[in-house]
Protein backbone atom coordinates (compact mmCIF):
# COMPACT_ATOMS: atom_id res chain seq x y z
CA UNK A 1 0.00 0.00 0.00
CA UNK A 2 1.28 3.49 -0.52
CA UNK A 3 0.07 6.97 0.56
CA UNK A 4 1.44 9.78 -0.05
CA UNK A 5 0.62 13.64 0.96
CA UNK A 6 2.59 16.68 -0.24
CA UNK A 7 2.14 20.03 -0.56
CA UNK A 8 4.08 23.27 -2.05
CA UNK A 9 4.12 27.17 -1.58
CA UNK A 10 4.46 28.26 -5.28
CA UNK A 11 5.30 31.53 -5.29
CA UNK A 12 5.57 32.78 -8.79
CA UNK A 13 7.10 36.36 -9.52
CA UNK A 14 3.27 38.03 -9.96
CA UNK A 15 3.75 38.35 -5.78
CA UNK A 16 0.40 35.81 -5.52
CA UNK A 17 0.93 32.60 -3.17
CA UNK A 18 -0.74 29.76 -4.10
CA UNK A 19 -0.37 26.12 -2.55
CA UNK A 20 -0.75 23.32 -4.50
CA UNK A 21 -1.54 20.24 -2.07
CA UNK A 22 -1.55 16.06 -3.93
CA UNK A 23 -3.04 13.28 -2.27
CA UNK A 24 -2.45 9.45 -3.45
CA UNK A 25 -3.11 6.43 -2.60
CA UNK A 26 -1.90 3.35 -4.59
CA UNK A 27 -1.89 -0.65 -4.25
CA UNK A 28 -0.05 -3.19 -5.71
CA UNK A 29 -0.88 -7.04 -5.75
CA UNK A 30 1.16 -9.77 -6.63
CA UNK A 31 -0.42 -12.16 -9.17
CA UNK A 32 1.65 -14.66 -9.73
CA UNK A 33 5.47 -15.22 -9.52
CA UNK A 34 6.05 -12.74 -12.25
CA UNK A 35 2.85 -10.94 -12.80
CA UNK A 36 1.73 -7.54 -10.33
CA UNK A 37 -1.70 -5.58 -10.69
CA UNK A 38 -1.56 -2.24 -9.40
CA UNK A 39 -3.62 0.77 -9.08
CA UNK A 40 -3.01 4.39 -8.28
CA UNK A 41 -5.95 7.45 -7.33
CA UNK A 42 -4.43 10.73 -6.75
CA UNK A 43 -6.66 14.33 -6.33
CA UNK A 44 -4.36 17.25 -6.52
CA UNK A 45 -5.96 20.53 -5.28
CA UNK A 46 -4.59 23.90 -5.50
CA UNK A 47 -5.46 27.35 -3.98
CA UNK A 48 -8.77 29.06 -5.60
CA UNK A 49 -9.04 25.95 -8.69
CA UNK A 50 -11.25 23.21 -8.60
CA UNK A 51 -9.64 19.39 -7.54
CA UNK A 52 -8.58 17.27 -10.15
CA UNK A 53 -8.80 13.58 -10.00
CA UNK A 54 -6.64 10.65 -11.51
CA UNK A 55 -6.84 7.05 -11.78
CA UNK A 56 -4.28 4.47 -13.33
CA UNK A 57 -4.54 1.15 -13.39
CA UNK A 58 -1.75 -1.67 -14.65
CA UNK A 59 -0.34 -4.98 -14.85
CA UNK A 60 3.36 -5.64 -15.19
CA UNK A 61 4.73 -9.00 -16.56
CA UNK A 62 8.16 -9.71 -15.56
CA UNK A 63 10.16 -11.72 -18.31
CA UNK A 64 13.33 -13.78 -17.78
CA UNK A 65 14.27 -16.28 -15.14
CA UNK A 66 11.79 -15.05 -12.52
CA UNK A 67 12.51 -14.57 -8.87
CA UNK A 68 15.84 -15.52 -7.57
Same mark, same amino acid.
Request: proline share 5%.
Given at each position: ???????????????? +????R??????????G?????? +??????????????????????????? +???
Open positions: ILLAWSTASLDADSGQ +GSQATLRLGYSHDLPRTRLY +GIAQRDQRTDMTPGHSLAVGLRQSFGR +GPA
